[in-house]
């Protein structure tokens, strides 16, 4: 219920940095005055300091600073990732992409706005690339390592990667979850950059994800653990700071009681995809079907894969009342097309 830990817990409130009115592309970082000097330490010192990010590429997310319209996937409405990629028939030119992460579609920058046409499309957020740019600008000589699928795409490269962070003192570590779970040993500083996004996702288990990410990380750090927010004031980050699970958890339950989430209820997760007109139809039989209980239908986060539409539909029974038998037999009763899922990880 309780995790010690001999470093020392930092948490920077990056609102600090900037005001909200001063973000643009090129004033947009997640490197604080404390990042720099724990860099400047390890490199001192002949230590290893650890940089987390949830998200690969340059910039995770482009929108147009006019009408705030999102750069998305035309293939599955994805957001759109800001990528380097080296072309080789060009000499070793190197050029900025837009990729998907959910479909590896690659696409040309945009320069205007498909919604407004206006020229200000602005990049903001950032992933592991933007940060190993970041840190070269402001550490030219040291030695850099990233981990990610774009930089390790098999395990082998992965561990020849970690390796090669770990035989270099004063070395940095720039990665995502592959690198913290790579990570086997502790080193002297570790560091969440910008563990914010993930909270935007809607998923009833995100803190409970983001708990375990910052208690992992805390783990690995001997002198420093660092975590930066533009939400320094939410619980979560007190609670990692202290390891205090019992705390969180109590928290946590008590806002699934709320909400009526598992534990105190069993959901059932119904997915129908395809055409706009085959969703359409599915989702009328089953509201029609599944008479007697309360359906929640709402679009998948991402609701477009490769021109397939996604749709899902919710229902909640109490924990005490599943399995429900007369439910049961209406979902059996359901086209294979409609794939079900009782206790979902996620409703995204």
């Not at 319209?69 to 900025?96: D, F, N, Q, W």
């Not at 992409?97 to 990049?123: G, M, T, Y």
């Not at 139809?281 to 599944?290: C, D, L, R, S």
């Not at 359906?295 to 909640?316: D, E, G, Q, W």
């Amino acid at each position: 219920f309780h995790v010690l830990s001999s470093a020392e817990q930092i948490i920077v409130d990056m609102k600090k940095t900037h005001s909200p009115l001063q973000l643009t592309p090129t004033t947009f970082t997640v490197i604080s005055d404390f990042i720099i000097n724990a860099i400047e330490e390890v490199r001192e010192q002949n230590q290893h300091i650890f940089l987390f990010t949830p998200r690969r590429g340059l910039f995770t997310l482009t929108l147009c600073s006019d009408c705030g319209e999102v750069v998305l996937c035309t293939h599955c409405s994805a957001p759109l990732v800001l990528h380097k990629e080296t072309k080789k028939a060009a000499g070793g030119r190197i050029e900025r992409i837009f990729l998907c992460h959910k479909c590896r579609e690659k696409n040309v920058v945009q320069d205007r706005c498909k919604k407004c046409d206006s020229w200000r499309l602005a990049p903001l957020g950032a992933g592991t690339e933007r940060i190993e740019e970041e840190i070269k600008k402001l550490f030219p000589t040291i030695k850099i390592v990233r981990l990610d699928k774009d930089s390790a795409p098999s395990r082998k490269k992965a561990e020849q990667k970690m390796k090669e962070f770990l035989s270099a003192p004063g070395s940095v570590l720039i990665g995502t979850e592959l690198a913290l779970n790579m990570l086997k040993k502790k080193i002297a500083v570790t560091a969440a950059l910008s563990i914010d996004s993930l909270f935007a996702l809607p998923s009833f288990r995100m803190n409970e994800r983001v708990f375990d990410l910052l208690l992992n990380l805390r783990e690995k750090a001997m002198k420093k653990f660092i975590m930066q927010s533009r939400m320094p004031d939410l619980s979560i980050f007190k609670h990692v700071s202290n390891g205090n699970i019992a705390d969180f958890y109590k928290e946590e339950k008590e806002a699934r009681r709320i909400f009526n989430y598992p534990p105190f209820t069993t959901i059932i997760k119904l997915t129908v995809e395809g055409s706009k007109q085959h969703i359409e139809k599915e989702v009328a039989f089953i509201k029609k079907h599944i008479d007697g209980y309360e359906l929640f239908v709402f679009p998948a986060f991402i609701s477009k894969v490769r021109r397939k539409y996604i749709m899902h539909a919710i229902i909640k029974t109490k924990r005490e009342e599943w399995p429900d038998e007369k439910l049961l037999s209406l979902l059996y009763g359901l086209p294979q097309s409609v794939a079900i899922n009782v206790d979902p990880e996620h409703l995204l």
